[in-house]
């Protein structure tokens, strides 16, 4: 087995309570789909408000490509969508009426690609470069299976797997079928299903702190895409899924999901339904003083009223404190909780194991003043100052030389973490890709 | 903290768009903010950040400077005291020496409450008129531009007058660093843009508009026409230095304010890399690149020329080697900012110091022109590590599947 050692990136002094007792199931009344999940999907609406909906009917649909469909696993009324400016569908949103989330489907096996595209599952696949669903016709060198997670605070990745091994490695068979020359199943160092690795099937191992685990990471250090060459990647869960279709003929909406509530240090997993709404798993309305977020405090989607659902590639929502307090001199203080890579505050020299987080900047908005932040944490043999100073002015020519299209917006989270300037690489990146894609296609 | 933070929510409406003082936002924003942190909640996708600002950056600077303003404060009197030990028909000119009666301190460089205050006198109004021009033309430009003001110009305004000589005439290092800061910085746009570093730049431009005040004997101590070398002029003309290496190293001889003690700048070294704000690269591969080239000399030796024969660890202890490389060249903007980039970017740094001391017969100090050069040059230098890397990633694409 191949070992990967990533020695940049950063493991963040955060503390929660893992909380492995009975895991609970949710059943919520309302899911939906967010669109912001989907890049460069441009939605087209199929359904009727307040039709029934089942989980074979559609609800959304890309105006670019129509094989590309996007539908709900649930039983129920669709009540129609939100949108925002120009009219953007936000979300589109089924009111449940059925609490059963797992459906018979009758998958072919010879015809994998038909049966993920009718089940919806389909979506499960993404494709770099652009971080974007992928075409179907166009069927893959590689695939990369993502089966870890250093995100902070997710759950533990090996643990679900044993609770899932015999579809994940059922998943598998029909991933291998669908990649033409590789497929790389990236795993961290606790990984123990024991899977015979072919010249087709390997399996790497990473090491290291966050991002070792995203797959960006994993592609980078494996088979590097470019304009000309793309991969497509997919999480555990989702091969998971894939196996329960093709070997019981269930189609499952639910997912492990790992509730990370820093405010009061704890970790829950629960499994719930894909999109669904995170105020009803977490029982909870949204609060002033509270951040929801769908993902983790790296990289997640802000729940809002607009959009509260579960993201289509999140496997944990993550509850922060919102910075309601200004300090005195903050700039001059000794800083024994406030976190940074670097070894400003006193917190480092003290050791301090944890550190309280919350949505503070922690300073304003500043040009880029390249100390060397983005080099700690950032794996890729990319020049990173170079790219991120590309990206703000917008320059796709350079951006893509020195590397963008490797990147996903998750890649750069870390990067906008650590800037002293307080930008927002994730943000720039995106728009950055989005235009080498129209001006490509 | 709460009714502080009530009084600018207040106050607050005047300065934003379409308040009375709508055009001195940024003053408010720089008060506002450095008394309380700003409200700033995160936006995107990263809901937390890391406790590392500009201001932060700027106060680590800062804090790796203070032995050196102390030596400034402290030497820049013993200098001009211990001159007047040798002639005591010369005193301090002007209002320093009005103030030195008032208070009844005497010349004494054996006191050191004399010492720091006579320094004082030389340190404080050169370091005051830096930060009322570099404030005036940040703010002038912040408002014009519309934007918040930067925090980089408090460090400039600090390495400014640590970099020039007791007694160049406070106008002059004015126009300087007006020149200096406009041209050096704010027409490229500005904190985070500059393509050389603006001090440095300042102090070039005092040095070729003004040399009378920079260069020559009489520049050095801060008494009325008292002449005293630097131990790189010595060397120059006489082949000999007159102080011990001790002093050199702790900083007891004649220069430029803040740069005389080796000692100082070793302890903003280690502060510097410590905190990972200064580049350990660039500065390891600086000395290795003074070491490497005044070696080369060195060895080669010269009777006509005795810059030839001093040793490469001098030359590492006197002049402004040591506080150039630590605080000048260090600057990360104007510096080499790919990983590799820097180790070229301070070999250059330090092989170009050496050979202007040593080869070039009007400069015996040669660090300043040598962070200039490599400030101009490190652009270039980014260029070649990026098409490397560039080549060698479309490598890579060819290897693997």
């Avoid at chain 1, 702190?209 to 060459?229: F, M, Q, R, S, Y």
């Avoid at chain 1, 997919?234 to 509530?261: H, M, P, T």
């Avoid at chain 1, 503070?360 to 990319?382: A, C, L, N, Q, T």
């Avoid at chain 2, 009489?218 to 002029?233: C, F």
Wanted: glycine share 8%.
């Amino acid at each position: 087995m191949k070992e990967i050692k990533i020695k940049k990136g950063v493991r963040l002094p955060l503390f929660c309570q893992y909380n492995d007792g009975n895991i609970e199931n949710i059943t919520p009344k309302s899911v939906g789909i967010t669109t912001e999940d989907y890049k460069l999907f441009k939605p087209k609406l199929l359904a009727d408000d307040n039709g029934k909906i089942t989980p074979f009917d559609f609800l959304l649909q890309d105006k670019k490509n129509e094989d590309l469909k996007l539908n709900i696993l649930a039983n129920g009324t669709f009540k129609g969508v939100t949108r925002g400016e120009k009219r953007k569908i936000l979300s589109a949103c089924v009111e449940v009426e059925e609490n059963n989330f797992e459906f018979n489907f009758k998958a072919d096996k010879n015809n994998i690609i038909k049966t993920l595209l009718e089940s919806g599952l389909f979506s499960a696949f993404r494709q770099r470069p652009f971080d974007m669903l992928p075409d179907p016709k166009n069927l893959p060198d590689v695939i990369f299976v993502n089966a870890m997670d250093t995100r902070p605070l997710a759950y533990n990745a090996n643990s679900v797997i044993s609770l899932i091994k015999d579809e994940f490695i059922e998943g598998l068979k029909i991933i291998n079928n669908i990649a033409k020359s590789k497929v790389f199943v990236c795993v961290d160092k606790k990984f123990e299903l024991n899977i015979s690795e072919t010249e087709k099937l390997n399996i790497v191992k990473f090491l290291g702190n966050h991002p070792a685990g995203l797959v960006g990471t994993h592609i980078h250090h494996l088979c590097p895409v470019n304009e000309k060459k793309s991969v497509w990647y997919i999480d555990f869960q989702e091969v998971a899924a894939i196996g329960k279709l093709f070997s019981k003929n269930i189609l499952s909406a639910y997912r492990y999901i790992a509730v990370s509530d820093i405010t009061n240090q704890k970790i829950t997993v629960v499994k719930a339904p894909l999109g669904s709404n995170i105020l009803e798993i977490l029982n909870r309305d949204l609060d002033e003083d509270i951040r929801i977020i769908s993902g983790n405090i790296l990289y997640g989607r802000k729940v809002t009223k607009d959009e509260p659902f579960l993201g289509r590639y999140d496997y944990q929502i993550t509850i922060l404190n919102e910075m309601t307090e200004r300090k005195f001199m903050e700039w001059a203080l000794p800083g024994i909780d406030v976190f940074s890579v670097k070894n400003v505050f006193l917190s480092k020299i003290f050791g301090n194991k944890y550190v309280t987080f919350d949505t503070s900047m922690h300073g304003s908005i500043r040009p880029i003043i390249p100390v060397g932040s983005y080099e700690k944490v950032f794996p890729f043999d990319i020049e990173i100052t170079h790219l991120l100073r590309y990206l703000s002015i917008g320059d796709t020519d350079m951006a893509q030389k020195l590397g963008c299209l490797e990147l996903g917006e998750e890649d750069l989270a870390l990067c906008t973490f650590v800037c002293p300037g307080k930008n927002d690489y994730s943000k720039l990146l995106r728009d950055v890709l989005d235009s080498i894609y129209h001006e490509a296609f | 903290m709460k009714k502080l933070a009530e009084f600018f929510a207040k106050v607050e409406k005047h300065f934003v768009k379409g308040g009375k003082f709508e055009g001195l936002f940024p003053v408010f924003e720089m008060i506002d903010t450095f008394i309380l942190t700003p409200l700033n909640r995160t936006k995107g996708k990263t809901h937390i950040r890391d406790g590392l600002d500009l201001k932060r950056v700027m106060t680590t600077v800062v804090v790796a400077l203070i032995p050196c303003v102390i030596m400034a404060l402290y030497n820049t009197g013993y200098q001009a005291n211990l001159a007047y030990a040798l002639d005591n028909s010369k005193t301090a000119i002007g209002f320093r020496h009005t103030l030195m009666e008032f208070f009844n301190i005497p010349y004494d460089y054996k006191s050191i409450g004399s010492n720091f205050f006579l320094g004082s006198l030389y340190f404080f109004p050169l370091y005051i008129i830096t930060l009322i021009v570099g404030g005036t033309w940040e703010l002038l430009f912040a408002v014009v531009r519309k934007h918040e003001i930067g925090e980089a110009f408090l460090v400039t305004s600090l390495l400014y007058p640590l970099i020039l000589p007791p007694t160049v005439p406070l106008w002059e290092a004015s126009v300087a660093l007006s020149i200096g800061l406009v041209l050096g910085k704010e027409v490229f746009g500005g904190t985070g843009r500059n393509i050389v570093n603006p001090a440095l730049f300042s102090r070039a431009v005092l040095f070729f508009a003004y040399p009378a005040s920079m260069s020559g004997d009489k520049v050095w101590v801060g008494l009325d026409s008292i002449s005293k070398a630097t131990p790189l002029a010595e060397m120059a003309s006489t082949g000999n230095i007159s102080y011990s290496l001790t002093d050199a190293f702790l900083g007891f001889i004649p220069g430029s304010m803040g740069e005389t003690s080796t000692l100082a700048c070793l302890f903003g070294a280690f502060v510097l890399i410590y905190t990972g704000i200064g580049s350990w690269r660039i500065i390891l591969s600086s000395v290795i690149g003074l070491l490497g080239v005044s070696s080369v000399f060195y060895m080669i030796g010269s009777d006509t020329n005795y810059m030839f024969q001093l040793s490469p660890l001098t030359h590492l202890i006197i002049g402004g080697f040591a506080f150039g490389v630590v605080f000048m060249a260090t600057d990360p903007v104007s510096a080499s900012m790919t990983e590799k980039g820097k180790y070229y970017y301070g070999f250059l740094i330090g092989a170009l110091t050496a050979i202007i001391r040593i080869v070039n017969p009007a400069y015996p100090e040669g660090a300043m022109l040598a962070i200039l050069f490599a400030n101009i040059m490190a652009p270039l230098i980014d260029h070649f590590v990026i098409e490397g890397n560039i080549k060698r990633r479309e490598k890579k694409y060819a290897a693997r599947i």
